[in-house]
């Protein structure tokens, strides 16, 4: 149990161009889902955090007008990062937690390259 | 907020010999504390977890310990086995929001 899915896998895409990247629980309700960016060697770093049904918070130095989530039923979760630029590139990491709401279960990142 | 620092960010091990890697965390109300396995190019993936009011936990090779008191909690894997070569994750959990160690590249050399 407790699996989480993204969409795709990897992407590809033009400085300019917007890319939305999906999040989904498979067999469970994510009351929560949360959104990490990870550059090569380094740790996760927390982006955001999505109630279903609320406007997401964003952590600080995080532009939400350029990474905009959607978290429209308690299944899924996206993220879309609009007018990319080549320093977005990055593994883009998504995760949920339900009941207990202490425990997040991770997708498998989504790796996005802006040329 | 919560601070979470992981040592060594590299280990080397020879196979079958234990490897352990140690965290400190900052913030005392957090109480739940797992660890993420993470191979190339993959999501991270829990391999352990221990809850505040538990000091010590153990799932066949793999344990972990917590001290409360002094705010640090330590993953240790033995018999090392070439396929336990990863980044590991420590992280803190205070409510639910996760704060992640540096991470600790484990490379067992067969």
């Known amino acids: 149990g407790a699996v989480v899915s993204q969409h795709p896998s990897w992407v590809i895409c033009k400085s300019g161009t917007s890319v939305k990247i999906e999040c989904r629980s498979l067999?469970?309700?994510?009351?929560?889902m949360f959104w990490y960016r990870q550059f090569p060697k380094q740790s996760l770093m927390l982006m955001a955090t999505s109630n279903e049904g609320s406007k997401a918070t964003y952590e600080q130095g995080v532009e939400k007008d350029k990474f905009l989530i959607n978290h429209a039923s308690l299944t899924l979760s996206t993220l879309t990062v609009t007018s990319a630029h080549p320093e977005d590139s990055s593994f883009y990491i998504c995760?949920?937690?339900?009941?207990?709401?202490?425990?997040?279960?991770f997708g498998p990142g989504t790796r996005l390259t802006v040329t | 907020g919560e601070n979470v620092e992981q040592h060594p960010s590299t280990l080397s091990v020879q196979e079958g010999d234990s490897a352990v890697i140690k965290c400190t965390y900052s913030?005392?109300?957090?109480?739940?504390f797992p660890w993420y396995k993470q191979e190339l190019g993959k999501g991270p993936q829990l391999i352990i977890d221990?809850?505040?009011?538990?000091g010590e936990k153990k799932d066949q090779r793999i344990a972990v310990t917590l001290n409360k008191t002094a705010k640090h909690f330590s993953l240790h894997i033995t018999e090392t086995q070439p396929e336990d070569s990863a980044v590991y994750f420590c992280?803190?959990?205070?409510?639910?929001?996760?704060?992640f160690g540096g991470g600790t590249r484990l490379m067992v050399k067969p």
């Open positions: 992280a803190a959990t205070t409510g639910n929001m996760l704060t």
């Open positions: 913030d005392s109300a957090s109480n739940y």
């Open positions: 067999d469970f309700q994510a009351t929560t």
């Open positions: 221990i809850r505040s009011n538990v």
């Open positions: 995760s949920a937690s339900g009941n207990p709401t202490y425990e997040q279960y």
